[in-house]
């Protein structure tokens, strides 16, 4: 009996160099990328659409038959069959073992040490839609992997360099004194990940505005505790249609930082304000006032709050100013979290 498998061939890319890499456009490097190269243009793909989006992220030559402990995942195989020749068994459990270890895809040249695979391995590449890439005529393999380095330093240099220009608009939003909700805005229309921000006082942002349940059910998330002083203050999540890619990991590790940073900022000034504003303590605990005029101060400072009883807390002053304000900043933090306000005074 004939086995018949999906083929899918992409178009040879009609340019050299970097040309099919403008493509991926910092979205992760699949088999189908590398099938646009030059290499492949005489290769017969057994494979459909979606296994043709495996992520590669490194090329190997392996004729070795015990191979999974030898893998990380993401690796498209080059192989010769030297390992199994004709022997069925040997080629299924090394396929199995590409497959468990999810490789991205194995290439065979049936030339010299096989002439064919068994229809049993590729019925369990077609039940796993792994990708087979078969050369009929003799490959260097070495011009495969070189090529594939070029890919991957032209990739990493349009990275680092999309990184920098984050890195660059992040900083000029913190430098000119924006808030938060414009370092959300600008990941957010940079990168084109949605994201959550939940603050532990205040109202969740989200960009965009809505997220049908249905559709975070099938998104990638990755979460982030924003933290200062080693104190969580929010968490970030961002959403992502694929599984997170490494420019999206490092993107949102910046994103992090700048939050943290302003929210730290933020909560300074805040703070350095209040504590002008509640210097009438000290006139209150030596006995100035009297118990309407407390309330009426209290109303004013806290509007939306509603005291029914007080409670005195007594701690160790710090002589260093930047370090009792960082300190008061996480308490109040750590009270309101609890529907305390937090009142305080030198």
């Given at each position: 009996m004939r086995l018949t498998v999906e083929k899918f061939r992409i178009p040879a890319s009609a340019s050299e160099g970097g040309a099919g890499l403008a493509k991926v456009n910092l979205q992760r490097i699949t088999v189908g990328d590398f099938l646009e190269r030059p290499f492949f243009e005489k290769a017969d793909v057994l494979a459909s659409p979606s296994a043709l989006q495996r992520e590669v992220t490194w090329v190997h030559i392996m004729d070795s038959t015990n191979v999974k402990h030898l893998l990380n995942?993401?690796?498209?195989?080059?192989?010769?069959?030297?390992?199994?020749?004709?022997?069925?068994?040997?080629?299924?459990?090394?396929?199995?073992?590409?497959?468990?270890?999810?490789?991205?895809?194995?290439?065979?040249?049936?030339?010299?040490?096989?002439?064919?695979?068994?229809?049993?391995a590729i019925q369990l590449a077609k039940d796993n839609d792994f990708p087979l890439i078969l050369f009929y005529e003799e490959v260097r393999y070495i011009d495969i992997t070189q090529d594939h380095y070029a890919i991957f330093l032209n990739y990493h240099h349009k990275m680092v360099t999309e990184l920098e220009r984050l890195s660059a608009l992040l900083n000029e939003s913190l430098l000119s004194g924006k808030d938060h909700i414009s370092l959300l805005k600008e990941f957010y229309q940079f990168t084109g990940l949605s994201l959550l921000f939940e603050p532990k006082q205040g109202e969740p942002l989200r960009f965009p505005a809505k997220i049908s349940d249905a559709k975070k059910q099938t998104m990638a998330t990755e979460t982030r505790s924003i933290k200062v002083m080693n104190h969580t203050i929010a968490h970030l999540t961002v959403y992502s249609?694929?599984?997170?890619?490494?420019?999206?990991?490092?993107?949102?590790?910046?994103?992090?930082?700048?939050?943290?940073?302003?929210?730290?900022?933020?909560?300074?000034?805040?703070?350095?304000?209040?504590?002008?504003?509640?210097?009438?303590?000290?006139?209150?605990?030596?006995?100035?006032?009297?118990?309407?005029?407390?309330?009426?101060?209290?109303?004013?400072?806290?509007?939306?709050?509603t005291f029914s009883s007080l409670i005195v807390c007594l701690g160790h002053r710090n002589n260093d100013t930047t370090t009792m304000i960082g300190n008061t900043m996480i308490t109040r933090s750590l009270f309101e979290d609890r529907d305390f306000t937090l009142i305080t005074t030198p």
């Open positions: 995942g993401g690796e498209l195989i080059l192989s010769t069959g030297l390992g199994w020749k004709d022997d069925d068994e040997i080629c299924l459990s090394f396929l199995r073992q590409l497959i468990d270890s999810q490789c991205a895809g194995l290439c065979v040249e049936l030339v010299t040490y096989t002439k064919q695979l068994p229809a049993s249609e694929k599984e997170f890619d490494e420019f999206q990991r490092l993107a949102t590790d910046r994103v992090e930082i700048a939050l943290a940073q302003e929210l730290m900022r933020s909560m300074y000034v805040e703070e350095r304000k209040s504590r002008k504003e509640e210097m009438w303590l000290q006139r209150w605990l030596t006995g100035d006032y009297k118990e309407d005029d407390i309330r009426l101060q209290l109303q004013s400072m806290y509007p939306d709050d």
